[in-house]
C-alpha cells in the first residue's frame, strides 16, 4: 500500500512539474508549518538558489535566508533599495508576507526582467507561492504609457500650431484637427471628428476639397494650391494649403497643412484669377540653419567700409557696385537688416543705368559703395555730386584672420557701434582638459571572471543591483569590452587563461595614458597573501576583494568607485 501511495505521489508530483514547465511558472508549495512540500523545477529560472535547499522539508525561513544570499531582495520599498537592508528584518517580513490570505506584487530582478510573486493561503493552512516572468508584458505597458505621453504631447504641438492642420483615413474621414482648424468652422473637435468634408461646407466646395483628397491618396503626388477661406465669423483666411499621402498602402492616411499667410499678402478682389501680392511692408531677412564663423567674420568686416560713427545707413539709398556675386550676398543683406533700401549692380554699364533711371525720377543715391576689384572703379569714386566708398574685399587678409584668432585685436580698428568679430566666438573656446573630453560608457561594470559559476554570481549580485555589466572570460577578452564600452567599474579575477588580470590591468592603464582617463579597476583574488595584494596594487589596480564574493562586498566597492565618484563630479 505504501509502495502504491509512493508511485501515485511521484506521478502527481510529476504531472504537477509538468504543469508548471508548460505555463512557465515557478511553484513553491508550503504547509501548515511552513515546511516546503513541493518546488517546481522553474522556480530555479526565477531564483539562483542551490538545489538542496529546495528539497522537501525544507523550512521557509531556510528557504528566505538562501534567496537573499543569492543577492535577491525583493518586496522592498523603492526608497529603501539602496540602503544596507538587515538579513533578519528581510526574512521576518517576507515571512509576515507569506501569511496573508492574498498576497501579489511585481518585483525587478535584474535591469530588464520582472517577476509576479503571487502567494494563496489556503483554508487547510497550506500555502501556495508561484512566480512567472512578465517583462514582456511590463515592457508593452511602458510602452504603452510612453506612446500615450507622446500622443499627448503631440496634440499639444498641434494645437499650438497657428496654421490649420488635418489629418483624415483612407475613408476621409476626419482623425485629428487643431485648433486652428476648428477655428475656421467655429466648432471644436469632437463637432468635426469622424465626419466629411461634405457635412461642413457647401456642395461645390465639398466636390473640388474631395477631389484632391482623391487625388492624392490614389497617386501618392502632393498637392498644392493657394485658397481664400471664408471663416463662420465672415473673416478672410488667405492660405497655401498642401497636402500628402502617408501611411502603408493598406491604411493611408491623409495630412493637409493650411499656412497662413493673410499677414503677408495684399487681397485682391479677384483672388482667383490675379492671385494676392506681398504687403509693401514685407521684407523677408535671409536666415541659415547653421552658424558660419568665415562668413561672419568677412561681413563684418566687409561692413566697416560702409558704417562708421557718423554716418547711420537706417533709411539710406546705397547702391553696391560690385562684379563678385560672394560681396554681394554678403552686404546686401547686412545692409537690408540695418534699414537701408539697396541695390547691387555687377557693371560700370549698369551703373550709368541706374544712375540715369534715379536721375531721371528725381531720385538720389545717398551713398555709393565700390567694389577696388572691378575694372574702372576710379571712375565712379571721382565722380562727382556722389558720396561715394570704396570697398576692398580682396585687401582685408590680415585683418580677416586677426578677426578670427585674435578677435578684440582687430576690434581695435573698426568702428564702435559696429557689433565687433569678437561677439562671434564668446561661446567658442578649446577645451584643453581632459576630464571635459572623458565619454562615459554604455556599461557600468565590466565583470573579467573565467569561472561559470562565478560568472553566474557576478550577475545575480549585479542584476539585483539593476547595474549595467558585460562578462568577460580572460584578460584579453576584458581589455577588448573595455576598449569598446568605457565601463566605469572594472572588476579583475588575477587568474585567467589567456591573459592574467595582472597583464590586462597594465594593457589598460598604458591606453589611458592616450585616452587621458582612469577607469576604477579591482582585483578579485582567492588569494589574501600581502604579497599577492602588492602585485594587483603595482599593476595599477585601485583595490582588491576576495572570493567567494557576497552582494553586500560588490554593493560596497561600486557604491565607492562608482556612485560617490559620480556624486563628486555632479558637484
Same mark, same amino acid.
Given at each position: 500500500?505504501?509502495? /502504491?501511495?509512493?508511485?501515485?505521489?511521484?506521478?502527481? @508530483? /510529476?504531472?504537477?512539474? =509538468?504543469?508548471?514547465?508548460?505555463?512557465?511558472?515557478?511553484?513553491?508549495?508550503?504547509?501548515?508549518?511552513?515546511?516546503?512540500?513541493?518546488?517546481? *523545477?522553474?522556480?530555479?529560472?526565477?531564483?539562483?538558489?542551490?538545489?538542496?535547499?529546495?528539497?522537501?522539508? =525544507?523550512r521557509l525561513r531556510d528557504v528566505l535566508g538562501a534567496i537573499f544570499d543569492a543577492g535577491i531582495r525583493y518586496g522592498i520599498p523603492p526608497e529603501q533599495r539602496h540602503k544596507v537592508i538587515n538579513r533578519e528584518e528581510w526574512i @521576518?517580513?517576507?515571512?509576515?508576507?507569506?501569511?496573508? #490570505?492574498?498576497?501579489?506584487?511585481?518585483?525587478?530582478? /535584474?535591469?530588464? *526582467?520582472?517577476?509576479?510573486?503571487?502567494?494563496?493561503?489556503?483554508?487547510?493552512?497550506?500555502?501556495?507561492? +508561484?512566480?512567472?516572468?512578465?517583462?514582456?508584458?511590463?515592457?508593452?505597458?511602458?510602452?504603452?504609457?510612453?506612446?500615450? #505621453? *507622446?500622443?499627448?504631447? +503631440?496634440?499639444?504641438?498641434?494645437? +499650438?500650431?497657428?496654421?490649420?492642420?488635418?489629418?483624415?483615413?483612407?475613408?476621409? =474621414?476626419?482623425?485629428?484637427?487643431?485648433?486652428?482648424?476648428c477655428a475656421i468652422h467655429g466648432s471644436e473637435s469632437g463637432a468635426i471628428l469622424g465626419r466629411t468634408v461634405w457635412d461642413l461646407v457647401d456642395a461645390e466646395n465639398a466636390t473640388r476639397i474631395d477631389t484632391s483628397d482623391r487625388d492624392v491618396l490614389e497617386t501618392g503626388i502632393p498637392f498644392r494650391c493657394e485658397e481664400r477661406i471664408v471663416g463662420t465669423d465672415g473673416s478672410h483666411l488667405y492660405v497655401v494649403t498642401r497636402k500628402y499621402r502617408i501611411g502603408s498602402p493598406d491604411n493611408f492616411i491623409l495630412i493637409t497643412i493650411m499656412d497662413d499667410v493673410t499677414h503677408i499678402v495684399e487681397p485682391k478682389e479677384e483672388m482667383a484669377a490675379d492671385g494676392v501680392t506681398l504687403r509693401a511692408t514685407t521684407r523677408f531677412r535671409k536666415a541659415e540653419v547653421c552658424f558660419d564663423p568665415v562668413r561672419e567674420a568677412e561681413t563684418r568686416l566687409l561692413l566697416q567700409w560702409c558704417q562708421d560713427d557718423e554716418t547711420d545707413i537706417a533709411g539710406k539709398r546705397i547702391l553696391l557696385v560690385t562684379p563678385t556675386r560672394r560681396t554681394e550676398e554678403l552686404l546686401i543683406g547686412q545692409l537690408q537688416a540695418r534699414g537701408a533700401d539697396c541695390g547691387a549692380v555687377r557693371s560700370l554699364d549698369e551703373f550709368y543705368a541706374v544712375l540715369d533711371a534715379a536721375n531721371s525720377y528725381g531720385v538720389g543715391l545717398d551713398l555709393v559703395l565700390v567694389d577696388d576689384t572691378m575694372d574702372g572703379y576710379e571712375a565712379i569714386a571721382e565722380a562727382g555730386g556722389l558720396s561715394v566708398r570704396v570697398v576692398t574685399p580682396d585687401r582685408i587678409g590680415v585683418d580677416f584672420f586677426r578677426a578670427l584668432v585674435e578677435p578684440h585685436a582687430a576690434a581695435e580698428a573698426m568702428p564702435t557701434d559696429v557689433l565687433t568679430p @569678437?561677439?562671434?566666438?564668446?561661446?567658442?573656446?578649446?577645451? +584643453?582638459?581632459?576630464?571635459?573630453?572623458?565619454?562615459? /560608457?554604455?556599461?557600468?561594470?565590466?565583470? =573579467? #571572471?573565467d569561472n561559470q559559476i562565478n560568472q553566474f554570481v557576478f550577475s545575480q549580485i549585479l542584476e539585483g543591483m539593476g547595474v549595467s555589466h558585460r562578462i568577460a572570460e580572460n584578460g584579453e577578452e576584458a581589455v577588448a569590452l573595455w576598449r569598446k564600452h568605457q565601463p566605469r567599474l572594472v572588476l579583475m579575477d588575477i587568474a585567467m587563461p589567456v591573459m592574467n588580470g595582472l597583464d590586462a590591468t597594465l594593457e589598460i592603464r598604458e591606453a589611458e595614458k592616450t585616452l587621458h582617463t582612469r577607469t576604477p579597476i579591482v582585483a578579485v583574488t582567492a588569494q589574501a597573501l600581502n604579497v599577492d595584494m602588492q602585485n594587483c596594487l603595482d599593476a595599477g589596480m585601485d583595490d582588491y576583494i576576495t572570493k567567494p564574493v557576497s552582494p553586500d562586498m560588490i554593493e560596497s566597492v561600486y557604491n565607492r568607485f562608482v556612485t560617490q565618484r559620480r556624486a563628486q563630479n555632479a558637484a
Open positions: 500500500m505504501n509502495d /502504491g501511495a509512493s508511485i501515485d505521489a511521484d506521478i502527481q @508530483s /510529476g504531472m504537477f512539474d =509538468a504543469a508548471c514547465d508548460l505555463l512557465g511558472v515557478g511553484v513553491f508549495v508550503y504547509d501548515r508549518n511552513d515546511c516546503l512540500v513541493f518546488a517546481s *523545477r522553474q522556480i530555479h529560472r526565477f531564483l539562483p538558489i542551490p538545489p538542496d535547499v529546495v528539497r522537501p522539508g =525544507a @521576518s517580513a517576507r515571512i509576515s508576507a507569506h501569511w496573508r #490570505e492574498q498576497h501579489e506584487m511585481v518585483e525587478r530582478l /535584474g535591469k530588464d *526582467r520582472w517577476v509576479l510573486f503571487r502567494k494563496r493561503r489556503l483554508p487547510n493552512g497550506y500555502n501556495i507561492s +508561484t512566480l512567472s516572468d512578465v517583462s514582456e508584458q511590463r515592457k508593452q505597458e511602458e510602452q504603452w504609457r510612453a506612446d500615450l #505621453e *507622446r500622443v499627448a504631447l +503631440t496634440e499639444q504641438v498641434l494645437d +499650438t500650431l497657428p496654421h490649420p492642420l488635418i489629418v483624415k483615413d483612407k475613408n476621409l =474621414a476626419y482623425v485629428a484637427v487643431n485648433k486652428a482648424f @569678437s561677439a562671434l566666438f564668446d561661446d567658442w573656446y578649446i577645451a +584643453t582638459d581632459a576630464d571635459a573630453m572623458i565619454v562615459q /560608457g554604455d556599461i557600468e561594470v565590466l565583470v =573579467a #571572471e
